[in-house]
């Protein structure tokens, strides 16, 4: 691979050597040396202030994140490198103000559109979050299905489209784009969740319960996971284990642009965990699992429920013994013991000229 010509590197030895070489005073070289790194450090300030931002915005201590939006402010107002504009954008997107955030991607395509077309992408499939941020699916769905058809693509692209197919009750457009990115399922949690979700709304209980009870092993940091698994458990009326999910729920990494909110989950797992509530929460979940599965409460069911203290209800569908992978492994192994009655030419033959016909 061709390595880069580091030029500032050059030029900085260049002007080095050319000031030593002044027949001037040691002083006069060193004030001169002095001026030129002010020069430099001022000509590159926006780079300065980037990265205070980024120490402060991924400090564990919160009140941190607050002193990172001036930062991103002043590095951006002084010449930010348009990629690290488009990170600073995605960072108000996620943690700060996405109002802001969704207008330095707007500023950024306005301004910049053309220049560097997978930049472009990436500005576009962030713009197409704040767009359903907002609530306007269907301009967030035009806008990702635009980066989508120049033939770009990405984990992000595939994420994001799949969510709002979802959303939209699209199932056929949602499976299509998780078979195209079946290669990136296994090391994306992320799609690898959509394609549970899928499942869900398809009534595919089975499949999702394979899933979703492999997916949580590998400790997803996003709560949805552990929402959609347990929507999964409660329609197999395993509310206990569905309220350890939850919890885990709560404890993930919440962020502007999680489909799923603190306030909903806890609400669900409050209700669950009382006995007076806990039969009318579950049957509500299951009735309606285009809600909960999109980060929305269930529709309220009318009628009387009796209190419950079980860990697993009655009344709901039965949870199949083995995991569908074991059943699979071992119908495959049946397959492979059957004897083989297929008859070859050699044995037509044979019987033939046997007069075993």
């Known amino acids: 691979m061709k ?69 991103y402010r002043k590095a951006i107002k002084a010449g930010l490198q348009k990629s690290f504009v488009v990170t600073s954008a995605s960072m108000f ?24 077309p997978n930049l472009d992408n990436i500005a576009k499939t962030m713009l197409s979050m704040a767009y359903w941020m907002d609530g306007d699916l269907q301009k967030a769905i035009q806008t990702v299905d635009q980066v989508y058809e120049s033939g770009y693509r990405d984990k992000n692209l595939f994420i994001n489209y799949t969510t709002y197919a979802l959303e939209k009750g699209d199932l056929s457009k949602a499976k299509a784009l998780l078979d195209e990115s079946a290669e990136m399922e296994n090391s994306s949690p992320g799609i ?33 996971p552990y929402v959609h698994y347990a929507q999964v458990l409660i329609h197999y009326g395993q509310v206990q284990a569905a309220i350890d999910m939850l919890r ?77 992978k074991q059943k699979k492994r071992k119908q495959e192994d049946e397959e492979e013991r059957l004897p083989n009655t297929d008859l070859t030419e050699a044995d037509l033959q044979y019987i033939r000229e046997h007069n075993l016909e």
């Open 93 to 116: 997107l996620q943690k700060g103000d996405a109002t802001e955030g969704k207008a330095i991607l707007e500023q950024y395509l306005q301004s910049s559109t053309g220049k560097d």
């Open 248 to 324: 885990r729920a709560l404890e993930a990494r919440f962020s502007n642009t999680s489909g799923m909110k603190q306030q909903h989950i806890q609400h669900l797992l409050d209700k669950l965990e009382a006995a007076e509530t806990r039969l009318k929460t579950a049957k509500e979940i299951d009735a309606d699992p285009v809600n909960v599965a999109s980060g929305r409460m269930p529709k309220p069911l009318e009628g009387t429920f009796a209190a419950q203290d079980s860990e697993i209800l009655e009344g709901f569908a039965a949870r199949p013994s083995k995991p569908l």
């Open 3 to 71: 390595r880069k010509t580091n030029w500032g590197l050059w030029m900085s030895v260049l002007v080095t050597v050319i000031v030593f070489t002044l027949a001037i005073p040691t002083y006069s070289k060193i004030l001169l040396l002095a001026l030129y790194i002010l020069g430099i450090i001022y000509l590159k300030r926006s780079v300065f202030y980037y990265v205070k931002a980024n120490r402060k915005i991924t400090s564990e201590n919160q009140q941190d994140w607050d002193q990172a939006w001036p930062l």
């Open 192 to 224: 690898r969740d959509n394609r549970g979700w899928l499942y869900i709304l398809q009534g595919n209980w089975e499949q999702a319960d394979e899933l979703f009870s492999d997916l949580i092993q590998k400790n997803p940091r996003f709560p949805e």
